[in-house]
Each structure stands twice: as C-alpha cells, then as structure tokens.
C-alpha cells in the first residue's frame, strides 16, 4: 500500500472567526423585536373593528357623566326667588319715596297737625289776639274743652246720665297745651243755647254733652311757612254745612274767611301765640279734601 504524503502546510490551530454574515440575522431579529412591542407587528393586519369598539366605549363613558347634584337646582331656584323679591323691593322703594316726596312738597303730614291742633279755637271763632291775656276766659274755657272733647281720650269722664263730667284740673291743663303755661284761667259756666259747658263750683267740674254736632267754623289750612320754631299759618274757615253736622267728612266747601294763626313749636309742643286777620286772596276755588268732622 502506498503511504500518504504528510502535508507540507502547517496547521492552523487558532480558532477561526464566525463570518459576519451570520451575526446580521441575529440584530434583525432583536429589532424587529422591539419594534413589534412597541408598535406591534408590521405584518398583523390593524384591528379597526375593535380600535373603533374601544373609541366608542370612551365616547359612552365621557357621556356617562353623572347629573349635577340637585342642590344646584335649589339654588338655582332661591337666586332667581331673591332676584324677584329685589326687583319688587325696587318698587316699592320707588313708591314709597315719591310719596315722601309728594307730602313734603304739599306738607300734608303738618298741615294736618296744625288743623288738629287749631281746630278747638277755629270751631269757637275767638276774636284776634297778640297775647293769650287778651283772650276772654270763657272763650279760653271755650277751646279747652273742646280740646279734650276733639283731642282727648274721653272715657274717664264719662257719667252715669251719658254725660260728661271734666275736673277743672282737666280744663286748666288743656288751657296751658293751647295758649302756653303762664295763662291764666278763671273757671264758670261758659257757651250760648247750642254748645254749653256748666261749671260746678262745688265740685270744680264741667259738665258737657258727650256728642256734640253743632260746629260755627272747621279749618283748612292753606299754607305752612317757618321762622326757625315759629310757624306762620293761612288758615281758611269753612262755614257749618248739613254735611259736617252729621259728621260726614269729605265735602266741599268755600272759606267764608282767612285768618293767620301763629305757633311756636319746641320740643315737641305747640303753643298758639297769636291770631291776625289775612288779607290772602285765594286764586281759585278753594276745596276742602280733609275736613275735620
């Protein structure tokens, strides 16, 4: 047999390295990897179906919202009822002032306190005085009385025959209310056949009717000026008519003549200090809207 020849090429005993070519496959797969989790496969078909299932689902629970509380609803509610109630309160507001603004333009509100005051020396016609020492006692006595009569609670006066007995005390202290607190005043049995108040000097009272329907003169009060606490009146005299004698108030009537009446007013209190004749020439009819009765 014939012997193999030994090679001549001296073996190479180092490893040899793994060709490039074979490593390549390996990155690609580990890219592909990663894209796919990221992204997903680029070979899968999308799922629109179930991509459009899923969207849906979302629009339903943003629909979904749960309702505002019904509290909101209440307050809702109250603010337009405050609202409301603000717009009626305006108003009212608005009413109410332009009535204010309407008395003190006419003076109503005085004007009626004034003939409230007067009307007891107005009903009794006294003569003119500068100082309440040139008034006559009975025409002091007068006005007194029918200052409790008009002005007074009259109650405690009342007696068993439907009448009234007034203490002189009485009479004396509605003469100072009227003419001021240093008048004086001699008490006797005052009036005419109509209208007449007896005096009892042994029980030092008067005694008078309770009603009395009889009236001369009732005031209306044309105008109203002040100095300071003096208060300057034009006071007209209406004449008695069936009307006011059965007490119906409301009438219309002509003053048969004016008078200026002069009150001191402090603290308070009025004080009539003095009664002249006017010379006030009314330009038109007058007419009485508020005539004591």
């Not at 009307?119 to 309440?132: C, K, M």
């Not at 044309?222 to 007209?236: E, F, H, K, R």
């Not at 603290?267 to 004749?277: K, Y």
Request: proline share 6%.
């Amino acid at each position: 047999m014939a012997k193999r020849k030994k090679s001549s090429a001296p073996k190479n005993t180092a490893p040899q390295k793994a060709p490039v070519q074979e490593q390549e496959p390996k990155k690609e797969s580990q890219n592909s990897r990663v894209i796919n989790e990221l992204f997903g496969s680029l070979e899968q078909e999308p799922d629109i179906e179930n991509d459009i299932a899923e969207l849906g689902s979302g629009a339903d629970a943003a629909q979904n919202v749960p309702e505002k509380p019904r509290r909101s609803r209440f307050f809702f509610g109250f603010g337009v009822f405050v609202i409301v109630m603000a717009i009626i309160g305006v108003f009212s507001s608005v009413r109410f002032v332009a009535q204010i603004a309407s008395n003190l333009v006419d003076n109503t509100s005085l004007k009626n306190e004034f003939a409230q005051f007067i009307f007891p020396v107005v009903v009794n016609d006294i003569a003119p005085f500068e100082e309440a020492d040139e008034i006559p006692d009975s025409s002091k006595i007068s006005c007194s009385i029918w200052n409790i009569l008009v002005n007074s609670d009259t109650k405690e006066f009342e007696n068993q025959e439907g009448g009234l007995t007034i203490p002189e005390y009485n009479v004396s202290a509605s003469c100072r209310e009227l003419f001021g607190s240093s008048v004086s005043l001699e008490h006797q049995t005052v009036g005419t056949a109509e209208v007449r108040f007896t005096y009892d000097p042994d029980s030092h009272t008067y005694a008078a009717n309770k009603n009395i329907r009889y009236l001369t003169y009732s005031p209306q009060i044309v105008s109203v000026s002040n100095d300071g606490d003096v208060y300057t009146l034009i006071v007209g005299y209406l004449p008695p008519t069936i009307a006011s004698v059965a007490g119906v108030s409301g009438i219309q009537a002509t003053p048969e003549k004016y008078m200026e009446y002069t009150i001191s007013r402090w603290e308070g209190r009025d004080t009539l200090m003095s009664v002249r004749f006017s010379d006030y020439q009314p330009q038109t009819e007058e007419v009485n809207p508020g005539e004591l009765s």
